[in-house]
Nanobody, 123 residues
C-alpha cells in the first residue's frame, strides 16, 4: 500500500495562493488515481480535485474551478495542488488519497490517505 504525506498548508490572506504537496512512498503513483479532498470543522469531507497518473485526465470540484490546478512530478513521485484566489471558505484540512481506478468523487472509495495539512484563509 502506498504511503502519502501532505505538506504546504498554512495561513494565507484572502486572495493569496498556496501549493499543497502529496508525496508518496512505498509504491509508485503511476498506477493510481490521486485525489485531493478537504474537510472543514463540522462538515463532511468533500472532493477538490483528481488526477489520473497514467491517463493524465483531471477534474475539479465546482467551487475550485478556475482557481486550482492539480499536476504531478514523476521524478518526485508527488502530486501538487496549486490553489489561487483563496477565500475564507477554503479554510479546511486538505487530504490527498489514492485509489486504483473507477469513480473519484467519493472519499470512501479511496484506499490510502495522508494525515492532512491545514489551510487557513484569513479575511
Amino acid at each position: 500500500q502506498v504511503q502519502l504525506v501532505e505538506s504546504g498548508g498554512g495561513l494565507v490572506q484572502t486572495g493569496g495562493s498556496l501549493r499543497l504537496s502529496c508525496a508518496a512512498s512505498g509504491r509508485s503513483l503511476s498506477q493510481y488515481i490521486i485525489g485531493w479532498f478537504r474537510q472543514a470543522p463540522g462538515k463532511e469531507r468533500e472532493f477538490v480535485a483528481v488526477i489520473s497518473w497514467t491517463a493524465g485526465w483531471r477534474y475539479y470540484g465546482d467551487f475550485v474551478k478556475g482557481r486550482a490546478t492539480i499536476f504531478r512530478d514523476n521524478a518526485k513521485n508527488t502530486v501538487y495542488l496549486q490553489m489561487n484566489s483563496l477565500k475564507p471558505e477554503d479554510t479546511a484540512v486538505y487530504y490527498c488519497a489514492a485509489k486504483d481506478d473507477g469513480t473519484y468523487r467519493v472519499p470512501d472509495e479511496y484506499d490510502s490517505w495522508g494525515q492532512g495539512t491545514q489551510v487557513t484563509v484569513s479575511s
